[in-house]
């Protein structure tokens, strides 16, 4: 897990990398940014200022032989900004629909971007369902699903995570959403499902490795390599303007907004 | 009347002499524990708390100038100081004592002070404040003997000492119903104070202190404290019980209990016997506990006791504020009150310009040397600033006076101790006992020293090429006289009609945006009595005609910014124009084109967006306490919100953003919360933290003007034009930049959102912002477009080698370090060239009111005047393209057409406000209506999709007329038209 984070090594130096485009999704103030944050540089700003349109950012990283760049489009949260969001998930591979496991609502929120992008998304797109700030809950069952992990920075991480644990009783905030609730629904609408702290890192890389693994990076290999031969878009990060975005609606119209690809 | 007449903050001083400043320091509680969980640090909550206490202001009351945080938890309180106090008249009188002079004070001399510290304490009362540290030393007196309580903020500023890990207060001066008390703040109990005062009047009346002298220690006062409230709960007044074993001094206790002074000798006391009667019993009640005889300092100013001095004073009634309501009525008169500040300037230039030494001058002119003569009369808010700009600092203070001195880190370091091995463990740390001596708390006030800084700011003045300096940076100077400039055209039109008696601060709007011509309106030319005062104050000001433009050096902001003299020149100046702001609204909005004072900031910029009235009751009339459904988002927001701000980060600011937010929603029913109203109102809020009200005004004079329409609810056509306009804009003055852009995709719809609905505000840091609205709020409505272009261009080299990842990767996260100043002008140079037609928005009132002008000079005779001045017959719907540079965007010519754009889109007319308007423009309108009574086809606004096809701007038949000799028409009509 950890070295998939790493930039590519120099094995994989002389690969090119597969572009894979990714979308991140959900309730506003849930963590969208700062999982992007954790995942492409290693840190956590507390107070993260909101995203307002958009971010773009990329992140590579290697699985097995091959190297994954990661064209990740940060969205903005509230939900004046919804009609903005067909623009980034228009082609996208992948996305990460976020909610935060201590507001209810926002699982729901969750379930409506699935929804939304299983009707009017990239038929094949990869989504992953992901409960976010698990560390502001004291809940340690919900903590145990990372288990494969025996290296050493792992056992480190497990003890400072269980020390945080012990400072945070007194503060504990009530979990709203089971992990059993999210994951069963993520089960019978065949999502990944994951559960992770952007603040100490639990979980974030998984994310990103288990969806380049599902991911079809030979489908998506030869068909960029097509695209970029004919001069269309391919799977790179450019967003699709011109194919209908151009006179859609900021606000209002959530439910009629995008385009049916 | 003026609408900051009542400004505490831009009040000279009435006194010739100036003020002293001290500072106190300690340091927050530590709570590095809790704040991992969200709670914010002691520090600062104590720092936005304190920012009230600066607007507190009242003749018995020492002023708050600053609180800054310093290293760890330490924080630095700056306030009003006099050397002069209760407690230094107690010390000189002990040591008169023994060569058996007078004890203690006349009489009436008491009965002044008492009423002074009670006028004091009541009004920090009315503003929801105790002050729980009155003791002799926290009393002070000026030069003319006026009581000036201070340290009133500490209290409560640390919410009652939780903050700190220090008590605050002086036992012997405390209240015994303080002890034990918890803070709960908005329920104070204000009557602890009045406890303070019985004895700080006892102390000095008699000149003995209130508890005996050889019971002074601590732990006998406090069980001493705790026998007298137990006493009180038991008996009517614990005075006349009281028994010997309880520590107080025992004459102090004679005179409490008879009134009489039986033991005094001689004639020290010629006070009636009734006055005396009337003092002890005021005392008595001063001093009761209990909840039915407890009193607050409001009860105990209307005491018998201070008839007489109500009498001689003339006061009748409590003083209260209606008459400061009448300040607002009319708005519009010039404030009544001038400072006689002349003279002063006189004497300024004087020594300016015999070129000598200061004191050699003073002593010349056989004058009293007054060491701050200058700076007695300024604000002392104004004394403190340029005391910092001189070099002033407040930590440094503190150490150079030997404070602050800490252990050194050496025994600092853990101590690791060997346990037997018998025991338990084996060795481990002992960290608790060690502490920084520097960190316990010391009520020593550090006085800041003022005495150079009058002869600072004079050899500031007086330095070489300061003549040019307060001039040479007119932005808003045309370079060259041959460059094309639409605004000038623009701004002929807009003077003279601001010239128009009285127009041109009732129009409360628009005239004066314009860029004046500096020649026409220096100011050196009176406009009213506003500029005669300002062109007397600023020494180094000359009429601009005098400097030939090009010779000029511009001196950089940042360095404008930090010198003293400069600084104290606009300070001045700026001071007495917001006096009389609005009548001196153009003088002001004049000024600000050169640089903003950023001290006055906050005010300047409301005196520019034009709040005018009683700004505190339209505020305080919305309600902002219901819940809404808004709220939820703006809880999420406010705690993100610019919170490398220690303003914004503190939990006050938190609560006046919220607030401010709320209030906005409920006073703009057609518009909604977007997440990033929040960032654009941050400036508002940092720059006047106290004034919540005028904040709001500000934010609701300036989102109209500059993002119209941005936050309603269904905005989408509104920021697709804007970026649409900005996309044309950038193919104007950057084509190879602007087609590069395009082929590689990288379009404004996905990056440049978050420039434009925030202005700005959230891509920069507050710093930045502050300067770039500066010149935003000084220049015309479409200026931020520009500054978007001078962003790009800032990295033009790297976004011409840049792919769409490369390219977005600029801009996205982190936004790159930029310099704001260059971006102006660049802005500011680009804005100048462009046909103004090019930057309309159909939501736009700037772009919709020049149409209106345009339009009304004739529609049917538009086209002829076209035709007549180009000596040509086509009509003026002829095709034409602008070739700027080397513009690839020629290639689009096809589609470039000098196409009308008058009429406001039909379908916008989603408001009456809408309607009317348009109502108004079709009238005027008649003659252009279409052979079909509907609107001609060039008439018809642009839709999105059409302006994103197109590459390049149309550029309406007013700007064309202008621009044809500079630029290369090519017709492209079919040659059977």
Known sequence: MSQANDAAGPAASNMKPVQVKLVLLGEAAVGKSSLVLRFVNDEFQLNKEPTIGAAFLTQKCRLEDKVIKFEIWDTAGQERFHSLAPMYYRNAQAAVIVYDVTKASSLEKAKSWVKELQRQANPNIVIALTGNKVDLVANRKSRTHNDGEVDEDGEQDAQEIDEDEEDDEDYAITRQVPTEEASAYAQESGLLFFETSAKNGQGVAEVFTEIAKKIPLEHILSSSRGARAGGVNGSNGRVDLQNGANGQRLGGQQEKGGCAC | ?977
């Open chain 2, 1 to 977: 009347m003026a609408t900051f007449a009542t400004c505490p903050d831009l009040h000279r001083h009435p006194s010739t002499h100036l003020a002293g400043l001290a500072a106190i320091s300690f340091c927050a509680k530590d709570n590095v524990d809790d704040e991992l969980h969200g709670v914010p640090p002691a520090t600062s909550y104590i720092f936005g708390q304190s920012q009230f206490l600066k607007s507190l202001s009242h003749p018995n009351l020492c002023e708050y100038l600053d609180v800054i945080k310093g290293k760890r938890d330490r924080l630095f309180v700056i306030q009003e100081h006099y050397n002069n106090s209760l407690g230094l008249i107690r010390s000189t009188q002990e040591s008169d004592e023994k060569e058996g002079a007078l004890k203690g004070q006349g009489l009436s001399q008491i009965r002044s002070w008492a009423a002074q510290i009670l006028d004091g304490l009541v009004y920090l009362n009315t503003h929801g404040i105790a002050h729980r540290t009155l003791t002799l030393s926290n009393v002070l007196l000026n030069e003319s003997g006026t009581i000036k309580l201070s340290n009133h903020g500490l209290y409560n500023m640390t919410k009652g000492g939780s903050l700190v890990q220090f008590s605050i207060g002086d036992p012997h001066y405390l209240s015994p119903n303080t002890l034990g008390q918890n803070y709960t703040s908005g329920l104070q109990d204000y009557s602890a104070d009045v406890w303070s005062v019985g004895v700080v009047l006892t102390e000095m009346f008699l000149g003995e202190s209130f508890w005996r002298k050889d019971r002074l220690d601590l732990d006998e006062l406090i069980s001493s404290l705790f026998a007298i409230r137990r006493l009180s709960t038991k008996s009517r007044s614990w005075i006349l019980d009281c028994p010997e074993s309880i520590g107080v001094n025992p004459v102090v206790l004679s005179f409490l209990q008879s009134g009489s002074l039986a033991h005094q000798e001689g004639a020290s006391f010629k006070e009636e016997e009734s006055e005396l009667q009337n003092f002890a019993t005021f005392l008595r009640e001063c001093l009761s506990l209990g909840e039915s005889n407890s009193r607050e300092a409001g009860q105990m100013r209307r005491h018998d006791f201070f008839k007489s001095y109500d009498l001689a004073h003339g006061i009748s009634e409590p003083l209260s504020e209606p008459a400061l309501k009448l300040w607002h009525e009319k708005p519009y008169i010039q404030s009544s009150f001038l400072p006689d500040y002349e003279g002063e300037v006189e004497r300024l230039r004087k020594v300016i310009s015999e070129g000598k030494d200061l004191a050699d001058d003073l002593e010349a002119d056989g004058q009293v040397p007054n060491p701050c003569g200058i700076l007695s009369k300024l604000p002392l808010s104004q004394v403190f600033y340029l005391w910092k700009l001189a070099g002033g600092d407040v930590e440094a203070q503190f150490r150079r006076n030997g404070r602050l001195v800490g252990t050194p880190a050496i025994q600092l370091l853990p101590k690791v101790v060997q346990i037997a091995e018998s025991s338990a463990g084996g060795s481990r740390e002992e960290r608790s006992s060690v502490r920084d001596i520097a960190d316990l708390f010391s009520d020593m006030t550090c006085v800041l020293p003022l005495e150079n800084l009058e002869a600072e700011i004079l050899k500031s003045i007086h330095e070489p090429n300061k003549d040019q300096f307060s001039w040479d940076t007119d932005y808003f100077l045309f370079s060259d006289p041959d460059e094309m400039n639409f605004l000038q055209g623009t701004m002929g039109e807009n003077m003279s009609k601001g010239k128009g008696a009285g127009s041109s601060s009732s129009n409360s709007g628009e005239d004066g945006f314009l860029y004046p011509d500096s020649m026409r309106f220096t100011p050196g030319t009176p406009n009213g009595a506003a500029s005669k005062l300002s062109s007397g104050l600023a020494t180094g000001f000359q009429p601009l005609a005098q400097q030939p433009t090009k010779t000029r050096v511009k001196v950089p902001l940042s360095i404008r910014e930090k010198d003293l003299g400069y600084q104290y020149q606009r300070l001045a100046m700026f001071t007495d124009l917001l006096l009389q702001y609005p009548a001196s609204r153009a003088e002001i909005l004049h000024h600000s084109k050169i640089d903003i004072p950023p001290l006055l900031r906050g005010k300047v910029w409301a005196a520019i967006l034009g709040v005018v009235g009683d700004y505190q009751q339209v505020y305080s009339d919305f309600d902002k306490y219901t819940e809404k459904s808004t709220d939820h988002q703006i809880e999420l927001d406010v705690p993100r919100c610019h919170q490398y701000n220690q303003l914004m980060f503190s939990p006050s600011g938190h609560e006046k953003m919220k607030r401010l937010l709320k209030c906005w929603v409920e006073a703009n029913e057609h518009l909604v919360y977007w997440q990033g109203l929040d960032s654009c109102c941050a400036p508002f809020l940092t720059l006047n933290f106290n004034n919540e009200a005028l904040a709001f005004s500000c934010i609701q004079k300036f989102l109209p003007k500059y993002l119209k329409d941005m936050f309603l609810h269904d905005n989408s056509k509104v920021i697709h034009e804007y970026l649409a306009v900005f996309r044309h804009l950038l193919s104007y003055h950057d084509p190879e930049l602007s087609s590069h852009l395009d082929h590689i995709r990288f379009i404004p719809q996905l990056y440049a959102i978050s420039w434009f609905m925030t202005l700005f505000t959230h891509i920069f840091p507050l710093d930045k912002i502050y300067h770039l609205w500066d010149k935003i709020l000084v220049g015309p409505s479409s200026l931020p477009l520009f500054v978007g272009i001078a962003i790009l261009q800032q990295f033009r080299q790297e976004l011409l080698r840049s792919e769409f990842n490369e390219a977005i990767g600029i801009f996205s996260e982190s936004f790159p370090e930029m310099d704001i100043e260059k971006c102006i002008e660049t802005a500011l140079a680009m804005c100048r060239v462009t046909p103004p037609s090019t930057c309309w928005l159909s939501y736009d009132q700037e772009s919709r009111k020049m149409r209106r002008q345009l339009s009304s000079g004739g529609e049917g005779g538009a086209g002829a005047t076209v035709g007549a001045a180009n000596g040509e017959t086509m009509p003026f719907s002829q095709n034409g393209s602008l070739v700027h540079g080397e513009a690839p965007s020629s290639t689009n010519a096809t589609s470039n057409k000098t196409t009308d754009q008058q009429q406001p889109q039909q379908e916008s007319s989603r408001r009456s406000r809408d309607l009317e308007l348009e109502k108004r423009l079709s009238g005027g309108l008649g003659l252009g209506q279409g052979p079909h009574g509907g609107v001609n086809w060039w008439e018809e606004p642009l839709s999105i999709e059409t302006m994103n096809e197109e590459l390049a701007p149309r550029i309406h038949r007013s700007d064309f007329v202008r621009l044809r000799q500079q630029a290369l028409v090519i017709d492209i009509r079919p040659e059977s038209e």
